[in-house]
């Protein structure tokens, strides 16, 4: 299955959460799991290389409450220890599921011409 990743993280996204979503696609004999875990210039994870939506200077430059909301609850996440690729992988691989984190290139959501 092939999940763009920014669907997660509405409302209060707990780790909980994201298993419980795991743990649903597991229960219809999804056997691969690949989570857009980034855009070519943001990624959904605490990252040492790349530039994360979550991060505190990051979010500060946000305008629309979706987008905002995203990176509150990554943040959240990561402070409460939790790396949504890590919380993700493990929970596919206790299902017996391969998991692949994948970068959504030439993403055209937000263009205008």
Not at 36 to 57: H, I, M, R
Request: glycine letters at 10%; aromatic letters at 8%.
């Amino acid at each position: 299955m092939n999940d763009d990743g920014w669907n997660q993280f509405g409302g209060n996204t707990t780790a909980d959460m994201l298993r419980q979503r795991v743990d649903f696609i597991a229960k219809g004999g999804v056997d691969v799991l690949s989570w857009c875990s980034g855009t070519p210039e943001l990624c959904l994870y605490p990252t040492k290389v790349g530039e994360w939506l979550g991060a505190p200077d990051r979010t500060a430059k946000i305008t629309t409450g979706h987008t905002w909301n995203i990176a509150y609850n990554l943040r959240q996440l990561v402070e409460q220890g939790e790396d949504p690729v890590d919380v993700l992988s493990a929970r596919c691989h206790q299902h017996g599921m391969s998991f692949i984190s994948s970068i959504r290139m030439n993403d055209t959501h937000y263009t205008q011409g």
